[in-house]
T-cell receptor
Framework: DAGVIQSPRHEVTEMGQEVTLRCKPI?????LFWYRQTMMRGLELLIY????????DSGMPEDRFSAKMPNASFSTLKIQPSEPRDSAVYFC????????????FGPGTRLTVT | LAKTTQPISMDSYEGQEVNITCSHN???????ITWYQQFPSQGPRFIIQ???TKVTNEVASLFIPADRKSSTLSLPRVSLSDTAVYYC????????????????FGRGTSLIVHP
């Protein structure tokens, strides 16, 4: 298996622009997690899905952030409009049914908002 | 959710054994302890999980005392490639998504191994 795939790997955009991050989980995994990592705040859980349904989005910082999972093999995290403080590395992770503690992380997307 | 406390950073030298302790005083009966490792510019990687006593795999050992209020990740004979951030997580994996298991990574312990 190719592991969790994220795209793009790097994104540089200007403040106010819309940003869409993409994730393809490992085939057969039914849970998907979106994280954000910064030096100041460490690794934070933004939202997670179980069987394509959002279960907990309490970590989503504000309404500018939204996430979708239209099917078992694809998820997006959208920021609209983006702000400089959104600059971070965004990770997607997936896990097998009943094994939520063992997550497999993607390589991350490094987002820079200028 | 059980709160965890671990050192912000540690230094060691090649060939030494490294022990990283995590405190989780309010751990619940059904909670397990999970450790992840994160190398620079990569996502975290699961390394070990345990409930009580001792668990060992090819990467590390995990020691959990009887009261389970703390746990110690032990890395035998570290090398430069063990330089990474190590995270301790506590939660009930049996509940999983759909329950109340919310993985909380925090800032972890930054381990630097020197030549």
């Amino acid at each position: 298996d190719a592991g969790v795939i994220q795209s793009p790997r790097h994104e540089v955009t200007e403040m106010g622009q819309e940003v869409t991050l993409r994730c393809k989980p490992i085939s057969g995994h039914n849970s998907l997690f979106w994280y954000r990592q910064t030096m100041m705040r460490g690794l934070e859980l933004l939202i997670y899905f179980n069987n394509n349904v959002p279960i907990d989005d309490s970590g989503m910082p504000e309404d500018r952030f939204s996430a979708k999972m239209p099917n078992a093999s694809f998820s997006t995290l959208k920021i609209q409009p983006s702000e400089p403080r959104d600059s971070a590395v965004y990770f997607c992770a997936s896990s097998s049914p009943g094994v939520a503690y063992e997550q497999y992380f993607g390589p991350g997307t490094r987002l820079t908002v200028t | 959710l059980a709160k965890t406390t671990q050192p912000i950073s540690m230094d060691s030298y090649e060939g030494q054994e490294v022990n990283i302790t995590c405190s989780h005083n309010n751990i619940a009966t059904n909670d397990y302890i999970t450790w992840y490792q994160q190398f620079p510019s990569q996502g975290p990687r699961f390394i070990i999980q345990g409930y009580k006593t001792k668990v060992t795999n090819e990467v590390a050992s995990l020691f959990i005392p009887a009261d389970r209020k703390s746990s110690t990740l032990s890395l035998p004979r570290v090398s430069l490639s063990d330089t990474a951030v190590y995270y301790c997580l506590v939660g009930d994996p049996g509940m999983g998504p759909g329950g109340s298991y919310i993985p909380t990574f925090g800032r972890g312990t930054s381990l630097i191994v020197h030549p």
